[in-house]
């Protein structure tokens, strides 16, 4: 039986979402949080649901209530990880035609939400027209909002993301000697040419389903964060999850190397 399935067990629920929420009081919430959802297809199999695809609808349903969540806690940006470079090649093409048609939806979704700012993470080649216009027009429409910046990782991969990098800043090195070039080339410059460029790195980064591993995600900008491994498939992440993982953050000591 489920935790929430009974009224006791509900009961129980509630005073230790509460309880949890107090402890928030009393430490420090990250400014960035980064969210690896994962395990959406095991958990449309587990549900013996006719495609993975309901699988992706349920975590994307779920993704919608994790911006709420970051946003109540005070949290100023949340990165979403939706569908990275190698998705693209691995998927197959029907799984990967609702996977894009879903993300376009959750990306218009948001960006019709009051106190959401969509930002894009990610190289829109390869990606279908109707995603790409479904993320242009979410950034579009909410350049002027005032909240919380939801940045989607779409067409994302770390590895192709520091290769564009470099790519950009050699073609703005104009007439400089090689020797010129490497002495400009600094962690800060790199940082100026990433697709995150603006954003603060996160500070904490989360993936669901119990898997320990970074999938290409955000290799530069993680240099420093904090993890946290969820057990739960993305569609069952809990609020109280969410809560635990901000609470063991800021209960953690950052070394920064020291």
């Not at 929430?4 to 129980?12: F, K, N, T, Y």
């Not at 402890?23 to 095991?42: S, T, W």
């Not at 013996?48 to 806690?73: I, K, M, P, Q, T």
């Not at 190289?123 to 350049?143: H, K, N, W, Y």
């Amino acid at each position: 039986m489920g935790l929430r399935s009974a009224p006791g067990s509900r009961l129980v629920y509630r005073y230790y979402e509460r309880r949890l929420r107090r402890d928030l009081q009393r430490v420090q919430v990250p400014r960035h949080i980064a969210m690896i959802i994962d395990g959406n297809r095991r958990w449309a199999r587990e549900q013996n649901l006719a495609s993975v695809g309901h699988g992706h609808r349920a975590g994307a349903e779920r993704l919608r209530e994790f911006v709420d969540w970051c946003a109540e806690v005070g949290v100023e940006v949340v990165t979403l990880y939706l569908l990275s470079r190698d998705n693209l090649t691995g998927r197959a093409a029907e799984e990967l035609g609702e996977l894009c048609e879903i993300i376009a939806d959750l990306a218009d979704d948001l960006s019709r939400q009051p106190g959401r700012r969509i930002r894009h993470a990610g190289d829109v080649r390869g990606l279908p027209e109707p995603l790409v216009s479904a993320i242009q027009g979410a950034v579009a429409r909410t350049e002027r909002a005032e909240g919380i910046t939801v940045n989607l990782a779409v067409g994302y991969g770390g590895r192709h993301e520091l290769v564009e990098a470099v790519r950009r800043i050699l073609e703005g090195a104009g007439t400089a000697s090689p020797a010129e070039l490497a002495e400009r080339l600094t962690p800060d410059l790199i940082a100026a040419h990433l697709t995150t460029a603006g954003l603060p790195d996160p500070d904490l980064v989360i993936r669901t389903s119990g898997e320990q591993r970074l999938s290409d995600f955000m290799l530069w900008q993680s240099a420093h964060s904090e993890f946290y491994f969820v057990e739960a498939l993305g569609p069952d992440l809990r609020e109280v999850d969410f809560l635990r993982a901000v609470r063991a953050y800021g209960l953690r000591e950052r070394r920064y190397g020291r």
